[in-house]
């Protein structure tokens, strides 16, 4: 590499449960810079889930992101001619931003009125082990432990 890599940001905190995690969430969240919005939907959703379930909201969050966010990825690799699918360990900063981009994608495949409902409904469908972040991890997995074979070609 030519250039130095750049160095990571600092984030702050979110202002309602003071944790960092919260913030990434939210900056994935966001779209076109609006981050009071994503906040918004973001603490509304928590709420949602508070009224619904009988723990606190934010463990509910945290143990559906544990529960949507993969192990292992297959990576495509190009050997003599033929294409391998190669299963390889996540870096722990990609495996969370992997776990959060899914919750939000198949929170918005959704079909619920607003954002808020639709992410709250993903977090409980996570939470319970179940819903399409939680399929995707899986199906994940199981690529992965189906191309176990080719592991050797490992980079």
Not at 18 to 36: A, C, S, Y
């Amino acid at each position: 590499m030519r250039k130095a890599r750049p160095k990571k940001r600092i984030l702050l905190p979110d202002p309602k449960f003071n944790d960092i995690l919260v913030t990434k969430f939210v900056n994935n969240l966001m779209l076109r810079g609006k981050k009071t919005v994503a906040y918004n939907i973001f603490y509304d959703a928590i709420a949602i889930v508070d009224d619904k379930l009988e723990e606190e909201g934010l463990e509910v969050w945290k143990k559906a992101l544990s529960n949507v966010t993969p192990a292992v990825e297959v990576r495509s690799r190009r050997i003599g001619g033929a294409t391998f699918q190669i299963p390889s360990e996540i870096r722990p900063g990609r495996k969370m931003s992997i776990g959060m981009k899914n919750l939000i994608n198949f929170a918005k495949k959704r079909h619920e009125k607003s954002m808020a409902q639709k992410l709250a409904g993903e977090i409980m469908a996570g939470f319970k082990d179940e819903g399409g972040a939680f399929k995707k991890k899986e199906d994940t997995h199981r690529m992965a432990e189906a191309n176990k074979a080719f592991s050797h070609f490992r980079f």
